[in-house]
């Protein structure tokens, strides 16, 4: 366990009795609230286990970091910026599976720029976007979002 997990459990524990302390009736519903949030998520989070570990299995590791890892980072970059854009994958799986690939080794700064726009840029959810907020801002939007995403992704690549 490394010193930042150390100290997020120490920071944890410390919350909880202070939560206890201040009011346990409150604390203890909240945790009866939680456990019965985690028991229906349990299905969907061995769901999410399964598909990375099918989509690791049906796509090996080489070809991603072979593909991802290519002579050209910008190029890989926007190439996987594409990818999330287009890709509607909800969060809770999506960080695993980043995980996953960054373990096998594939480069940070297109995987960066991956689930980034995962998160921030909507080519899927265009439509409805544009229903609700009209055609300009939800173009600028996912524009803006797809510039910053390549630009948080060469940032974060600097940085590590």
């Given amino acids: 366990m490394d010193i930042f ?48 570990g099918l989509i690791t299995t049906l796509i090996p590791p080489n070809t991603i970091r072979s593909f991802v890892n290519g002579s050209n980072t910008l190029i890989s970059t926007v190439v996987s910026a594409l990818v999330g854009s287009i890709t509607l994958i909800p969060a809770f799986v999506a960080f695993p599976l980043v995980g996953s690939l960054v373990n096998m080794g594939v480069n940070i700064i297109p995987i960066v720029a991956f689930l980034t726009t995962l998160t921030m840029v909507g080519i899927v959810t265009f439509p409805l976007e544009k229903r ?20 948080i992704a060469m940032v974060i690549g600097v940085i590590l």
């Avoid at 801002?137 to 630009?151: D, H, Q, V, W």
């Fill in 5 to 52: 997990t150390l100290v997020l459990w120490i920071l944890t524990g410390i919350g909880f009795f202070i939560s206890i302390r201040k009011d346990k009736k409150k604390t203890l519903n909240s945790v009866y609230m939680a456990r019965s949030m985690m028991k229906n998520m349990v299905g969907e989070i061995i769901g999410v286990l399964f598909l990375i």
């Fill in 132 to 151: 609700e907020f009209g055609v300009k801002f939800t173009l600028y939007r996912n524009l803006f979002s797809f510039l910053f995403a390549i630009i």
